[in-house]
């Protein structure tokens, strides 16, 4: 029972290089979530999905891009990375929209 | 602005001991609240659900409480383990948006 999958788990960019963090669920949930989570800090939205083709923003999404084609993936794109970008990476889903979220194990990005 | 607070931030406890961790917000139209565990360098898990139109989850030795009109819930745990140690973080549902509290850390002694 995988549940959220996030890949890579740690990964170290160069400032102005670009990467997608890939995440995938199996539960066949319709909401999906990217949050950023730095020290000390509670988790921030960066973008959400409520279904196969619809995205939006959430509090912090600059420098970040995302799509949902299907319903069990949700890539988070980076362009051009810069150091304010380095922390820990969340994505999440849950199936109604009051349920609970699911959290995968997390992507820790360092850009040097 | 939608905020959400978590006090205290750190918790030291002995074995054994009751404690309650508390979680405040500044919008009380909420949609649900929840409670999660964070263990180090992992993921979070969903401890309790509480919906808006209810007042207390309970799930275990963990029982939570909400009170919306005073933007305030918290979260108790009886008779604390060690393997209790962790980040326990609340988040507050807003329509499809859910924000998160800073965390508590609560460390359990043996």
């Known amino acids: 029972n995988a549940g959220v999958t996030q890949t890579p788990k740690f990964r170290i960019l160069k400032i102005g290089q670009s990467m997608t963090l890939q995440c995938t669920q199996d539960m066949n949930h319709n909401y999906m979530y990217w949050y950023r989570q730095d020290p000390g800090m509670g988790l921030k939205l960066i973008y959400y999905?409520?279904?196969?083709?619809?995205?939006d923003k959430g509090e912090v999404p600059n420098g970040y891009n995302v799509s949902r084609s299907t319903t069990e993936d949700f890539p988070l794109r980076l362009e051009l990375a810069a150091p304010s970008q380095t922390s820990v990476y969340f994505c999440a889903s849950s199936y109604p929209q009051a349920g609970k979220l699911f959290f995968g194990s997390g992507t820790q990005l360092s850009v040097l | 602005k939608q905020e959400v607070t978590q006090i205290p931030a750190a918790l030291s406890v002995p074995e054994g001991e009751n404690l309650v961790l508390n979680c405040s917000f500044t919008d009380s139209a909420i949609y649900n609240l929840q409670w999660f565990r964070q263990d180090p360098g992992k993921g979070l898990t969903s401890l309790l659900l509480?919906?808006?139109?209810?007042r207390e989850q309970t799930s275990g030795r963990l029982n939570a409480s909400l009170d919306k009109s005073s933007g305030r819930s918290t979260l108790y745990i009886a008779a604390s383990q060690p393997g209790d140690s962790a980040t326990y973080l609340c988040?507050?549902?807003?329509?499809?948006?859910?924000?998160f509290g800073a965390g508590t850390i609560l460390r359990v002694k043996s």
């Open positions: 999905s409520v279904g196969a083709g619809i995205t």
């Open positions: 988040a507050v549902k807003y329509g499809n948006k859910l924000v």
């Open positions: 509480i919906q808006s139109s209810q």
